[in-house]
């Protein structure tokens, strides 16, 4: 399988607190992915990082890559309860996207 | 607005009643996916369309096939539909060229087999 893992499975914080959820991946990658799903609907694509890159900013969201590791984690600072979600990263393979196995985001207000 | 298209978002069918799932996109975009994703659990990549060329994952069971009669239109059918194909199904496309394309999923059809 090529689907990667993250971790927490799980993930429950307070309005205001920094979010922290990593992922773990097999193959050799041209760039890493983060998606978030909120619960019942379609993935929404976040921020994409490519594997010449060690980190990346966009709004309240960092993402960093570790191609050595074959990880990346997603940071997101100052949550919100609106960004109660799961969030998934993937990896592109030819035209595939594989899909890690998720972390379930709840922010508490 | 350019987007994917899924309907229904609901679907009940009988255990062994073939089914047919729809997606439609307006984005122009050559590659279609269908994925199948299960309560708390990754979506798992069914097959693939690049344009007309089909492409199965290993692991997709013989029970579900697709077609894309053009760029537009794609169809997952589900020749006899089993208890443990209830699921969210979502089709997404994305741009072929480049490696920094991204994915853009429709908001899904959650399957009830009854």
């Known amino acids: 399988s090529q689907q990667g893992e993250e971790d927490p499975q799980a993930l429950s914080i307070q309005e205001g607190e920094n979010a922290t959820m990593n992922c773990s991946y097999k193959t050799s990658i041209n760039n890493l992915q983060w998606y978030r799903q909120n619960s019942g609907r379609g993935l929404v694509h976040l921020i994409l990082i490519r594997s010449n890159e060690r980190e990346k900013h966009s709004g309240r969201l960092r993402v960093t890559l570790d191609t050595s590791k074959k990880s990346s984690s997603l940071l997101i600072t100052a949550s919100r309860a609106a960004d109660t979600a799961s969030y998934f990263c993937?990896?592109?393979?030819?035209?595939?996207?594989?899909f890690g196995t998720g972390t379930s985001l709840t922010v508490i207000p | 607005d350019a987007m994917v298209i899924q309907n229904p978002r609901y679907q009940v069918t009988q255990f062994g009643k073939p089914v047919t799932l729809s997606c439609s996109q307006t984005?122009?975009?050559?590659?279609m996916y269908w994925y199948q994703q299960k309560s708390s659990q990754a979506p798992k990549l069914l097959f693939h369309y690049y344009d007309k060329d089909f492409n199965n994952e290993a692991d997709t069971p013989d029970n579900f096939q697709s077609r894309r009669p053009n760029t537009s239109f794609c169809f997952l059918d589900i020749r006899s539909p089993g208890l443990g194909d209830a699921a969210m199904y979502l089709c997404?496309?994305?741009?072929?060229?480049?490696?920094?394309?991204?994915?853009?999923f429709g908001q899904g059809t959650r399957l009830t087999v009854v």
């Open positions: 984005l122009n975009h050559n590659v």
């Open positions: 993937a990896t592109k393979t030819g035209n595939q996207f594989y």
């Open positions: 997404a496309t994305s741009r072929l060229t480049g490696s920094g394309t991204e994915a853009f």
